[in-house]
């Protein structure tokens, strides 16, 4: 059972100190000290039982009804999906006799060439994105945190590109980086003095990764920036206070105090943005549509010409399988390393 | 604290009540009267249909509703709507590669039986458009569309800029003929190579606008019409399904990386992933001298108050060293088999089907298949682009029509777009791997696949 | 908190700096930040100023910063039109409206009003109904989970978390095959089961963390009073969970508002949403540009309202309640 036992729990400005190390928040773990004891006296039970329904009755009417809807919406079909990973379903063949094929489309997955390089350009994409926002959501943190005039306006304006519809977004970026009509390359050849028809951010093997990147980074490195800034605004006054007396510079404390107490949130805003920037689908489809060529075609894109435009709905469910099994295992190997990484 | 309580309360308040308007009035009110929905794609031909059903409306008293889809998402979701039994449309205009699969899946309505009920012979038809958007298995007389919408590729030129004067003697000095439009690929590279970069009318202008579209079916309906130019055939023709050495041969390969010379010296930047509304745009702005783009939009460009009229002129897709090809593009109409006013849509079909609706079908905007518009001795007269639409219709070829064709069609973008738009490998190699893909579809569909 | 001592938390809250910066090291900071924003925003404003364009400053090159505005694009949104012949424009009666004399300007005639409405509408549904129902499982299967002891707790809680781990094209796979035999393709009521169920585990995870908060003595006190158990937590709990319940609701409401990827594969017609819409709004031949842009500026407003309004809660929803107050 996995443990994210690293969190430090933050105060905002509360009567006590934190102490960061000593009392860990879990976020995976619940916390087992507030569960009732079982052994209380015959009386409270009673009572609780003899107005309304008992306490485990609730407890189970409570719980059932999302248990239930999971079942139903990602248990079951998730089982659905994997028998159907052994089979050579193509709906828009269904008059073809359905063959149980073993795990032929796992192997076909795993040994086709294509797949490995979708993997390959959707781990860059995941990398480089998560990389370019936490070092612009950290800084721009960094900067709020000064606490200068009207910076709570200015905050909100930055966190605008994160309430957009990504698909939305994806498209009229579309329009902003055309290379004739788009502001974009206007804009830039304005700086730079390049033309503005030599070059196009979308249209180009060399630019078109690094335009995903950049309007991914746009959207999201508010929400890195808000994280940030939790962080932030969870150290305690009084460990500055105390680097105060000893002398240190602003710079020592940075490195010393600062960066070590908001990694924890900056790794837990990498996880978080890792998974998402693996699942992303909709603007990178509506923004380049996997190309030029192939190269910014993202694992989910694959996926969805396999199941929704070629209908190979087995071949898709083994790929599909075999995606949530990298994330679960990569998430899993990421938290475990963080939490050993805190206990040192 | 109170006030986010009473905000809160009200907020759920107003959103359970939208919700159960969702949960349970979220049907639309029942229709008064007949209606029926005809889904087709987003372009200027639908707009004509509107306009044209009126008249079904008028002399049946049934409501028609439309489903239009822009071209890049139409065949997604279309299929998709297909797919899942839908009952959004109780017509269908599908693509003419969409028949196969149509009809193995019983997605359309069969039409021999109505056919022959109301008297409507296939036969009155151009031959191409009832093989290509009819019948399944082609060539044999199982009817699953009425051809509602015929259509190739052609070539829209800027006659204006063709017969300025500096512009002729300019062109005759550098390759001692005429400027006239092309007849070849050749030709049509050097006049594109000519345009290339030119100034006109004090902005820089480009040479040619072809189809480069990744996402659907773009780039593979552009560089079909090179291909089939150079010698690239689908299969052999005596012997189904064996692919290499017609798909891939070396003539094939040396069309494919014309097409991708063309691409790169010729166009203009930024076309990577363009399609059909890109070439419009690209034509009407005045940015290139000759566009490839589909019959269907040619009505509306003829009337463009910036490029149409004596300034628009039109030619059929140029021939290669081995053969004088253009694509097959059109659609048929279908009764779709999940549709719950299945009777109303055959009304419909009948209604449309009638020589003087074809007639008209023509005149605002729509392409007849029917042989008594088309063979009318003043037809060609009766447009700009006819003389060139009636010479495309004789010289069409289709792409595949299996019920595997979507999935043969986006091998080929793949391979397409990787090697003439993303530079990867050689053609000869992208059409090898083509027909490394293809073998495989047609394998898991059971098929024989002969290797020589 | 008494409101006095939330002010000075807060109050010594907003002292965490370095140092207490000097007014030269607040202005470098401030200019740069204020630089971001600016550079951050101007694509919004780009698109927000290209839905007062013309089509044809819309598509201008090279682009228009300075144009004549009109409401063009907001029109084409809300109407299907058909392009006349001049003389049969002439021939029709007088145009009775602004809108209808925008359109014949163009050689157009209003033919009917395009599908946006209902397909806000069935944003508002689908977004609206399921936040409120994955907020209200959640919010009782959070209290449950945090109250009692519930057998494989930490396991059910975990595998809550893991769903939200597959692209939503996967999931779309089976779902797609489940609805079409239930008949719940393009269905309301389908999406709204779907957007829960994503919704409801992140509902739980934040629910859990803001009631895990809430000191049990209240309701313990209120249980030996003679409440019921669920009299005390509709009278003691939920009214100090209301915050956090909002906080919840608004990143349900977010994911639901702007999701495509079900929405495409799932609706056609009755039931799509908004975001499936959007890009595809076509114009003559091409994409009509100002339409898409005005349906866009529509479209943000609603989640713009929420985020202003509820943004002091942002931040523990973002962190998955990680972060405590």
Not at chain 1, 93 to 120: A, C, K
Not at chain 2, 391 to 412: C, H, R, T
Not at chain 3, 151 to 165: E, V
Request: some cysteine; aromatic content about 12%; glycine content about 6%.
């Amino acid at each position: 059972m996995t443990q994210l036992n690293w969190l430090p729990e933050v105060c905002l400005g509360e009567a006590q100190p934190a102490q960061p190390m000593d009392k860990m928040t879990t976020i995976l773990q619940p916390d087992h000290a507030t569960i009732p004891d079982v052994s209380e006296p015959a009386k409270s039970r009673a009572a609780r039982r003899v107005h309304g329904l008992s306490d485990r009755t609730i407890a189970w009417l409570f719980v059932a009804p999302t248990i239930a809807l999971l079942l139903a919406i990602n248990i079951f079909p998730l089982i659905w999906m994997i028998r159907l990973s052994f089979t050579s379903l193509n709906l828009s063949m269904s008059y073809l006799p359905l063959r149980f094929v073993g795990l032929d489309n796992f192997s076909d997955i795993l040994t086709d060439e294509d797949v490995w390089i979708r993997l390959q350009t959707t781990a860059e994409f995941v990398i480089s994105s998560v990389a370019l926002q936490v070092v612009v959501g950290f800084g721009l943190a960094l900067l709020i945190n000064r606490q200068f005039r009207g910076h709570s306006f200015w905050t909100t304006i930055i966190l605008l590109p994160m309430m957009l519809s990504p698909a939305v977004v994806g498209n009229f970026w579309t329009l902003l980086l055309q290379p004739q009509i788009g502001p974009f390359n206007y804009l830039i050849s304005l700086f730079t003095g390049v033309p503005p028809s030599s070059f196009s951010m979308t249209g180009q093997v060399s630019l078109a990764p690094w335009t995903i990147v950049m309007v991914d980074t746009w959207m999201w490195a508010p929400y890195v920036m808000l994280i940030c800034l939790a962080g932030l605004r969870s150290i305690p006054e009084y460990i500055y206070e105390a680097a105060e007396v000893d002398r240190a510079s602003a710079w020592r404390q940075f490195w010393s105090i600062t960066l070590p107490m908001t990694v924890p949130f900056l790794m837990l805003a990498v996880l978080f943005r890792a998974i998402e920037n693996f699942k992303m689908f909709d603007m990178v489809n509506l923004l380049t549509s996997g190309g030029p060529g192939s190269t910014t075609e993202l694992v989910s894109i694959t996926l969805k010409r396999a199941a929704f435009e070629k209908w190979r709905t087995g071949y898709s469910s083994a790929l599909a399988i075999i995606l949530f099994v990298t994330v679960f295992g990569a998430a899993n190997i990421y938290v475990k390393t963080l939490n050993k990484v805190k206990q040192r | 604290m109170q006030k986010l309580k009473r905000l809160g309360s009200t907020v759920a308040s107003a959103v359970l009540g939208v919700a159960a308007l969702g949960l349970f009035g979220g049907g639309q009110a029942a229709a008064q009267g007949k209606q029926l929905t005809l889904c087709w794609a987003a372009w200027d031909p639908a707009n004509a249909l509107v306009e044209l059903g009126k008249d079904f409306t008028k002399q049946s008293g049934i409501e028609m509703k439309y489903e239009f889809v822009p071209w890049t998402s139409y065949a997604d979701r279309f299929l998709n709507e297909l797919n899942s039994h839908g009952k959004l449309c109780d017509l269908i205009i599908g693509d003419s590669q969409w028949i196969g699969g149509a009809a193995e899946n019983k997605w359309y309505v069969k039409l021999n039986d109505f056919f022959d009920k109301e008297h409507i012979s296939m036969g009155d038809f151009v031959p191409a458009t009832v093989v290509g958007y009819s019948e399944w298995p082609k060539n044999t007389p199982n009817y699953w569309a009425l051809p509602a919408m015929a259509d190739a590729v052609g070539w829209t030129y800027r006659k204006d800029w063709f017969s300025r004067p500096e512009i002729q003697s300019a062109f005759k000095a550098k390759y001692g003929r005429d400027l006239v439009p092309p007849k070849t690929y050749d030709e049509l590279k050097q006049v594109a190579e000519f345009f290339q970069g030119r100034e006109i009318d004090g902005k820089k202008v480009y040479g040619a606008y072809i189809f480069t579209e990744r996402g659907s079916e773009g780039i593979t309906m552009g560089v079909t019409n090179v291909l089939y130019n150079y010698g690239f055939n689908y299969e052999n023709p005596k012997k189904p399904y064996q692919m290499q050495g017609f798909v891939n041969s070396p003539e094939a390969a040396k069309g494919l990386e014309f097409y991708k010379e063309l691409y790169k010296c010729c166009t203009a930047p930024g076309m990577t992933n363009a399609y059909m509304q890109e070439g419009l745009d690209a034509f009407k702005s005045g940015q290139v001298a000759m566009q490839m783009n589909w019959f269907a939009f040619f009505p509306g460009l003829y009337k463009d108050p910036n490029v149409g009229g004596d300034k628009i002129g039109f030619f059929v897709n140029p021939a290669g060293p081995n053969g004088h090809f253009t694509q097959l593009g059109g659609q048929g109409i279908s009764v779709v088999a999940t549709s719950d006013h299945r009777d109303d849509a055959l009304a419909y079909i009948k209604w449309f089907a009638q020589p003087a609706v074809q007639q008209k079908w023509w005149q605002i905007g729509g392409y007849s298949a029917l042989k008594a518009v088309v063979d009318a001795p003043d037809f060609p007269k009766s447009a700009a682009f006819a003389p060139q639409f009636l010479e495309s219709m004789g010289i069409v070829k289709d792409f595949w029509a299996e019920p595997s064709y979507a999935q043969l069609l986006l091998d080929m973008q793949k391979r397409v777009h990787d090697y003439v738009v993303a530079d990867k490998g050689t053609s000869q190699q992208a059409l090898d791997l083509l027909v490394k893909d293809w073998t495989k579809v047609f394998k898991e569909q059971g098929k024989e696949v002969a290797s020589q | 908190m008494t409101a006095a001592v939330a002010k000075s938390v807060l109050a010594r809250s907003t002292a965490h700096s370095i140092v207490e910066a000097s007014p030269r090291t607040k202005a470098f900071a401030g200019t740069l930040v204020i630089l971001y924003a600016v550079i951050t925003i101007l694509p919004l404003l780009w698109i927000v100023a290209t839905a007062f364009k013309s089509q044809s400053d819309a598509i201008a090159y090279p682009p228009k910063v300075i144009f004549e505005p009109t409401l063009e694009g907001y029109v084409n949104l809300f109407t299907v039109r058909t392009r006349q012949t001049p003389d049969f424009i002439a021939k029709l009666p007088p145009p009775e409206t602004w809108y209808d004399s925008l359109v014949r300007k163009h050689d157009m005639v209003i033919a009917g009003p395009s599908k946006v409405v209902p397909r806000f509408v069935n944003s508002l549904i689908i977004g609206f109904g399921s936040t409120f129902l994955a907020v209200f499982l959640g919010t009782l299967a959070a209290y449950a989970f945090s109250r009692f002891r519930i057998p494989l707790a930490d396991d059910l809680l975990f595998f809550i978390l893991s769903t939200r781990m597959m692209p939503p094209v996967a999931v779309a796979i089976p779902i797609y095959l489940m609805y079409r035999q239930l008949n719940l393709t393009d269905t309301r009521l389908g999406m709204i089961l779907l957007y829960t169920a994503v919704n409801v585990s992140l509902a739980v995870w934040l629910l859990k963390g803001f009631i895990d908060e809430i000191p049990r003595e209240y309701e313990e006190a209120a249980l030996v009073d003679g409440y019921t158990r669920l009299q005390a937590l509709r009278k003691v709990v939920l009214p100090q969970a209301v915050t956090g319940i909002a906080a919840t609701a608004i990143f349900c409401l977010i994911f639901s508002w702007n999701e495509y990827a079900f929405a495409v594969l799932l609706t056609s017609g009755e039931a799509q949403t908004m975001p499936p819409f959007i890009p595809f709004i076509i114009g003559e031949g091409g994409q009509d540009w100002p339409a898409v842009a005005a349906a866009t500026t529509l479209f943000v407003v609603p989640i713009v309202m929420f985020t202003v309004l509820l943004r002091k809660h942002l931040l523990r929803g973002i962190t998955f309640g990680a972060v405590r107050k």
